[in-house]
């Protein structure tokens, strides 16, 4: 009688007050949504997928990360705003989209000699952790990492650096400058219309790493490349101030926790990548590969030189020590170099 009363007593009580089967659980569940900008084969955002998984596994599952790539969310000119005003809880954006609005680590895109993106994601990370740069103020840097050295891809083989003269090439962000400096015409664009322009003749190749010629299938359009170690790109990929307080400490120490592993990470996906596709394009596309002779790089590196020293002047009017931001580079990469040739 007693078990029939407390069965009726707890059948009256309001629904509310019933713990419904898993609500325990998904209120200990925090989702965060993570917006990019490039298409999803990219290694922008598959090292995404790999970090929204290495999350949810560092906190034994009690975060969960939904990816919208390809722009889905946010592009790559609003990424920063769209964090920053909470449309999106974390965003990578690449820095040299924006000119003069990173100062501290567009550096890293300066043309400095880098031969891997392992090696120059780790420094402009080391950088970063160093300067704590006010550009970054307003979000939580959760990761940084580059691209691999960029080169030319073009319709017409590039043998010798007289070849670039006149060439219109589509450019992004430092790359203007850099092809300009070398004899070619530079052509902003996004990458998307890239095909279509050098369909039409409108440009007769880019300055990309070369990892495009696989995964956005660039090898169909350029069937040739030169390699010339051009300067990298440089992405952050950043958290909204508030959602970053509002985790809790164990959550924090997590992301915090991933972050140069995840820029290590990155950076050796993408150099063992580009190797993979320069293999695919040459199997599928006969694709061939031009390295310019040690004459013409020197004079390339002659050229673009200036670059960093109209860097320094520029950076250093507005307060910040350009001089010791280009030294710190050049010593973090001689610290990450020199192992990396010993193994070798």
């Known amino acids: 009688m007693k078990r029939f009363t407390l069965f009726m007593l707890l059948a009256l009580l309001p629904a509310s007050l019933v713990p419904a089967a898993g609500t325990a659980r998904a209120q200990s569940t925090i989702t965060l949504t993570y917006a990019n900008f490039p298409p999803a084969a990219t290694f922008p955002c598959v090292q995404m997928e790999r970090w929204a998984k290495e999350v949810e596994k560092r906190t034994g599952g009690k975060v969960k990360v939904k990816t919208f790539p ?65 550009e970054f103020e307003k979000v939580k840097v959760l990761t940084v990492f580059t691209c691999p050295p960029t080169n030319f891809m073009t319709k017409a083989p590039v043998r010798r650096l007289a ?56 090898a169909s359009y350029t069937p040739y490349a030169t390699i010339a170690n051009l300067p990298v790109v440089s992405f952050a990929v950043v958290m909204n101030k508030s959602k970053w307080n509002s985790l809790p400490p164990d959550v924090k120490k997590a992301l915090d926790g ?26 599928g596309y006969q694709h061939q590969v031009f390295t310019l002779a040690t004459a013409d790089q020197k004079q390339i590196n002659a050229l673009l030189s200036p670059m960093v020293d109209d860097y320094v002047k520029k950076v250093s009017a507005q307060g910040l020590n350009g001089k010791q931001i280009v030294a710190d580079i050049q010593a973090f990469r001689k610290k990450y170099e020199i192992p990396a040739k010993k193994k070798r």
């Open 70 to 134: 390809g722009g889905t969310l946010l592009n790559a000119k609003n990424m920063f705003e769209g964090v920053t005003s909470g449309i999106a809880d974390i965003g990578n954006f690449a820095m040299s989209y924006q000119p003069g609005r990173f100062p501290v680590s567009e550096a890293v895109d300066l043309p400095l000699g880098f031969t891997s993106a392992k090696v120059a994601s780790l420094v402009l990370y080391d950088l970063i952790e160093k300067h704590k740069p006010r």
């Open 258 to 283: 991933l972050s140069r592993d995840q820029a290590a990470w990155t950076g050796e996906y993408a150099d063992r990548h580009v190797q993979e596709s320069l293999a695919w394009a040459k199997q």
């Open 163 to 218: 070849d670039l003269k006149g060439m219109e090439l589509r450019v992004a962000g430092t790359s203007a400058e850099v092809a300009k400096r070398l004899g070619a015409v530079p052509v902003a664009m996004p990458q998307s219309e890239t095909p279509e322009a050098i369909q039409k003749g409108i440009v007769k190749g880019m300055i990309s790493s070369l990892e495009i010629l696989q995964d956005l299938k660039f």
